[in-house]
């Protein structure tokens, strides 16, 4: 075990492996990650992998148009496989009155060079076929958007740091931050304490609890979140585009020779439940089914459920928290965080190193935000 470090970052998922990579790539090689569990087994083990550019916040869509650049050529950068599928995201819009909130929303992503469009319900069924399209008043699509292995991305990530020299500690929680003179100086963690000046929290849904190591409050809690998978199904086309009904938050997209489907339920309390809910899954099954018949002759292999991590504007905290000086945060990215991560990686990368980003400005989403009044809400969240 290490006993010192010019950074220690807490949590080896996307967001811990990408920004102590970054680091790393930058110079700052003295870097511990430490994770209580195993690398990438988080919420990023079980996000549906999905990769999108059509948001609300420009903030986002900055953050998003630059990690789709280099999830484009991870494989060339990193030599890891991501099994990277852009095949689209289709939104179906079914409330009339979200027609001009998602026109808006185009404008900004079509501004910021996002090549998204809307669709009419007979445009729409050119590019998905099989759903029902009564209800649907139209749609946006995004041809770039899609989707890959979240696990292989993380790996990927966590080897290159760890080429770079980065020491990943897993099966090591974190403790205990402590702070002396206003500072932070150090993590404790089961196996021993570590000095450093300079403490980044990435502990997705459970970042609440280590901000609070610090005497620090971090709003992000978790949200339970199930996913389904289908035996194999070829009645419908591997090609299809990642399809999202938005007012129920109802996607579907395929996976292997089967579909990947979900819905979160929006009225359920948060909580560290980690629970399949078979009610819940067939209330899904039943949401599939309505708008897309052919899953009707579809099985169900598996489902599992994991943690959104949301903050009460469903935007992160990213940066400095203040006090104490040395301590950062990168999470809460309330589900849809792992394809943000090598923005993340860069941005926090360039604020410890040179005192502001010039990836993306990512002021908008300070910590402080909460305290100062300042929410900067997403729109589009599944
Ligand atoms: C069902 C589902 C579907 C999703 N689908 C998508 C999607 O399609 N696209 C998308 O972009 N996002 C999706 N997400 C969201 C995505 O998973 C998260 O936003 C992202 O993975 C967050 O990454 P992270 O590194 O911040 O958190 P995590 O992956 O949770 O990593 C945090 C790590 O910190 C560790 N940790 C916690 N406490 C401590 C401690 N005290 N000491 C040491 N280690 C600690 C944890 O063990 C964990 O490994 C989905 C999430 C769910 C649940």
Redesign the pocket.
Known sequence: MRTTAEAVI????????AIAHALAERGLTDVVV????L?????????????RQQFSTATNVRLARHSVGVWETFEERFGTDIGLRQQGYLFLLTDPAEEATFRANLAVQQGLGVPARWLTPAEIAEVQPFVELGDVVGGTFCPEDG?CD?SAA?MGYAQAARRLGVTIQEE????GIRVAGGRVVGVE?AAGAIAAPLVIV?????TR??GAMAGVALPVDPFR???FITEPFPALPSTLPMTIEFATGLYFHPEGAGFLF?MGNRAEPSSFDKTVDDHWMLTNVEALVARAPQFEEASVRRG??????VTPDDNPLLGWVGEPAGLAV??G?????????PAIGACLAELILDGATTTVDITPFRPSRFAEGALAPEHNVI
């Open positions: 807490v949590g080896a998922g996307i967001m811990g492996c430490l994770e209580r569990d690398i990438g087994r988080g919420a990023t083990a079980d996000a549906a992998g999905g990769i989707w979240p993380t090591t929680a974190v403790t963690s990435c502990a997705g849904p459970h609890q280590v979140r199930m996913s979900g599992w459920a994991g943690f959104y991590e990168a999470a990215f309330s589900g849809h965080g792992f394809m943000q991560g």
